[in-house]
């Protein structure tokens, strides 16, 4: 944005950026959302008008020319409903988890999974941040499935209103674990049952890699999707071919190295590896159930503590 002199600095707070959805570092992400004030050829009563359009700045190649191949700037919406804001006018984000379904009861993950279901509190699903001073850890969950991608991958298709932080790798988590008969699928109930579990239990969230922002829904809107001609469009489908040639490369090469390689045999293997997600796992001497294990701090004590510490700041 700012290479191409769209907006006026570095600094987010000078052209009202808001993204609908926060995704970590290794997380995928298909039609996300942004808002933003940027640069324009038109003054604000020319804006407008629709017949003024084809004067405007064509935002989609301008950008599109300077992004990296796997990254896309697909639409764009010269118009948006006043006071649009990516983040809190969105009506609800959809996330999938690609993961191997080796050695994992889907059935139980199935059961497990709906359970999240309907408005809970998801505060032992997320990782706290003093910064946000949240109170408030109840979310609404749509849908919430196991669904077959193929033979051997399946996904966790997940629609909520709005997700904590990291609490989509913290659900598949719990998730690998009673796919693992590890834990019940009742022990979501009991998660999600802060009378019963007020302080999260210490675990390790899923993988990030697998994780997909799949798509934002928003009130309806007139999105302009450019028109391209044959070059640019032989040229955006080459760039995605190449892409997806270069990983399936990488996995068939992988799997010469694993046809070579000796592996061990892990069938009298007498520690527990936990499901990560990541093909890895965490080894572990011996599992310990959710409910044995040792807690977090409270939401008020990392509340309290972030407070406190920015008060000495400014002391």
Known sequence: MNKCKLVPSMVLQDYKFSRCGRTDKGVSAMNQVISLEVRSNLTDEE??????????????????????????ISAVCLRPPPNFDARFSCVHRHY??????KNLNIEKMSKAASYFVGERDFRNFCKLDGSKQITNFKRTIIS???????????????????FLWHQVRCMMAILFL????????????????????PQRPVYEMANDIPLLLYDCKFPEMDWQEPTVDDYKAIKFTTATEALTLHYELKAAVC???????????????SKTIINL?????????????LEDRSVMEPVEVVNAKYSKKKNNKNK
């Open 47 to 72: 804006q407008r008008d629709p017949t003024n359009d084809s004067r405007e700045i064509p935002y989609v190649h301008v950008l599109n020319q300077l992004l990296p191949d796997d990254i896309r």
């Open 96 to 101: 999938k988890y690609i993961f191997n379904g």
């Open 144 to 162: 919430s499935k196991i669904l077959p991608l193929s033979e051997t991958f399946y996904c966790f298709d997940l629609i909520g209103s709005a």
């Open 178 to 197: 009673v796919g693992q008969s590890l834990e019940v699928p009742e022990i979501v109930l009991r998660l999600t049952d802060i009378e019963k579990t």
């Open 255 to 269: 799997n010469i190295f694993k046809d070579v390689l000796p592996t061990a045999n892990t069938n009298n293997f």
């Open 277 to 289: 997600g990541d093909g890895r796992g965490k080894v572990v001497g011996s599992y310990v159930k």
